[in-house]
Protein backbone atom coordinates (compact mmCIF):
# COMPACT_ATOMS: atom_id res chain seq x y z
CA UNK A 1 0.00 0.00 0.00
CA UNK A 2 1.27 3.63 -0.99
CA UNK A 3 0.62 6.53 1.28
CA UNK A 4 0.37 10.16 0.05
CA UNK A 5 -0.87 13.45 1.23
CA UNK A 6 -3.57 15.29 -0.72
CA UNK A 7 -4.13 18.83 0.45
CA UNK A 8 -4.93 22.25 -0.47
CA UNK A 9 -2.04 21.97 -3.39
CA UNK A 10 -3.94 19.41 -5.10
CA UNK A 11 -1.12 16.61 -5.34
CA UNK A 12 -2.10 13.55 -7.28
CA UNK A 13 -1.81 10.37 -5.46
CA UNK A 14 -0.62 7.69 -7.61
CA UNK A 15 -0.89 4.18 -7.92
CA UNK A 16 1.59 0.91 -7.67
CA UNK A 17 2.43 0.88 -11.73
CA UNK A 18 4.03 -2.70 -11.16
CA UNK A 19 0.38 -4.16 -9.66
CA UNK A 20 -1.13 -2.36 -12.26
CA UNK A 21 0.80 -4.38 -14.64
CA UNK A 22 0.42 -7.68 -12.52
CA UNK A 23 -2.98 -6.53 -12.91
CA UNK A 24 -3.62 -6.37 -16.84
CA UNK A 25 -1.48 -9.47 -16.95
CA UNK A 26 -3.78 -11.59 -14.92
CA UNK A 27 -6.82 -10.43 -17.08
CA UNK A 28 -5.56 -11.70 -19.94
CA UNK A 29 -4.32 -14.90 -18.96
CA UNK A 30 -7.54 -16.54 -19.55
CA UNK A 31 -7.42 -15.54 -23.33
CA UNK A 32 -3.59 -16.47 -24.15
CA UNK A 33 -3.48 -18.37 -26.87
CA UNK A 34 -6.97 -18.13 -28.56
CA UNK A 35 -7.29 -16.29 -31.79
CA UNK A 36 -10.46 -14.52 -31.68
CA UNK A 37 -11.00 -14.87 -35.19
CA UNK A 38 -11.58 -18.72 -34.77
CA UNK A 39 -14.50 -18.25 -31.87
CA UNK A 40 -17.31 -19.89 -33.86
CA UNK A 41 -19.67 -19.75 -30.62
CA UNK A 42 -19.24 -17.21 -27.98
CA UNK A 43 -20.82 -18.56 -24.17
CA UNK A 44 -21.74 -16.29 -21.91
CA UNK A 45 -18.99 -17.27 -19.50
CA UNK A 46 -16.16 -16.23 -22.20
CA UNK A 47 -17.17 -13.02 -22.71
CA UNK A 48 -18.45 -10.50 -20.57
CA UNK A 49 -16.78 -7.27 -18.71
CA UNK A 50 -14.10 -8.33 -15.68
CA UNK A 51 -12.91 -6.60 -12.72
CA UNK A 52 -9.97 -6.80 -10.70
CA UNK A 53 -8.63 -4.82 -7.64
CA UNK A 54 -5.49 -3.59 -8.92
CA UNK A 55 -4.18 -1.70 -5.90
CA UNK A 56 -4.87 0.50 -2.43
CA UNK A 57 -3.22 3.68 -1.36
CA UNK A 58 -4.15 5.97 1.73
CA UNK A 59 -4.53 9.58 1.24
CA UNK A 60 -5.99 12.52 3.25
CA UNK A 61 -8.98 14.32 1.75
CA UNK A 62 -8.39 18.14 0.96
CA UNK A 63 -11.18 20.70 -0.59
CA UNK A 64 -13.81 17.52 -0.26
CA UNK A 65 -12.20 15.62 -2.65
CA UNK A 66 -9.59 13.25 -3.19
CA UNK A 67 -6.88 13.80 -6.26
CA UNK A 68 -5.30 10.82 -7.86
CA UNK A 69 -3.15 9.85 -11.09
CA UNK A 70 -4.64 6.86 -12.74
CA UNK A 71 -2.98 4.64 -15.30
CA UNK A 72 -4.20 3.50 -19.06
CA UNK A 73 -4.20 7.57 -20.17
CA UNK A 74 -6.71 8.20 -18.23
CA UNK A 75 -4.42 10.82 -16.06
CA UNK A 76 -5.36 13.31 -13.20
CA UNK A 77 -8.61 13.14 -11.99
CA UNK A 78 -10.42 14.41 -8.15
CA UNK A 79 -13.50 12.39 -6.72
CA UNK A 80 -15.52 14.04 -4.41
CA UNK A 81 -16.11 12.71 -0.74
CA UNK A 82 -18.97 13.44 1.44
CA UNK A 83 -19.13 17.12 3.14
CA UNK A 84 -19.75 15.48 6.44
CA UNK A 85 -15.53 14.49 6.57
CA UNK A 86 -13.33 16.69 7.73
CA UNK A 87 -9.80 18.09 5.36
CA UNK A 88 -7.56 15.69 6.37
CA UNK A 89 -9.50 12.66 6.89
CA UNK A 90 -7.55 9.55 5.66
CA UNK A 91 -8.82 7.77 2.66
CA UNK A 92 -8.20 4.45 1.46
CA UNK A 93 -8.22 4.48 -2.37
CA UNK A 94 -8.62 1.48 -4.34
CA UNK A 95 -8.27 0.88 -8.35
CA UNK A 96 -9.69 -1.81 -10.43
CA UNK A 97 -8.73 -2.67 -13.93
CA UNK A 98 -12.04 -3.58 -15.90
CA UNK A 99 -11.30 -5.47 -19.16
CA UNK A 100 -13.63 -7.17 -21.54
CA UNK A 101 -11.77 -10.12 -23.74
CA UNK A 102 -8.53 -9.10 -21.61
CA UNK A 103 -8.58 -5.71 -23.08
CA UNK A 104 -8.44 -2.79 -20.82
CA UNK A 105 -11.67 -0.84 -21.01
CA UNK A 106 -11.55 1.48 -18.18
CA UNK A 107 -10.84 1.86 -14.51
CA UNK A 108 -12.99 2.22 -11.33
CA UNK A 109 -11.75 4.08 -7.50
CA UNK A 110 -13.61 3.14 -4.23
CA UNK A 111 -13.11 5.08 -1.64
CA UNK A 112 -13.45 3.92 1.93
CA UNK A 113 -13.38 5.94 5.38
CA UNK A 114 -12.95 3.94 8.66
CA UNK A 115 -13.62 0.78 6.39
CA UNK A 116 -16.91 2.11 4.97
CA UNK A 117 -17.28 2.86 0.96
CA UNK A 118 -18.25 6.68 0.35
CA UNK A 119 -17.24 7.37 -2.73
CA UNK A 120 -16.94 5.09 -6.11
CA UNK A 121 -16.50 6.12 -9.87
CA UNK A 122 -15.49 4.42 -13.00
CA UNK A 123 -13.77 5.92 -15.94
CA UNK A 124 -14.57 5.54 -18.99
Known amino acids: MTTGTNEQNDEYVE ?3 QAVS ?3 E ?9 DARAVTEISATDGGELELRASCVSVNSGNHRVCL ?9 CIPVPFDLPNGTAVRACLSIRTKWGIPTGVCVKL ?4 EQVASKCFP
Not at 26 to 34: D, Y
Not at 69 to 74: A, D, K, S, T
Not at 112 to 115: L, R
Request: charged share 20%; hydrophobic share 40%; aromatic share 10%.
Open 112 to 115: YVAG
Open 15 to 17: FDE
Open 69 to 77: RLPLGIGQV
Open 26 to 34: ASRQPFEGR
Open 22 to 24: ATL
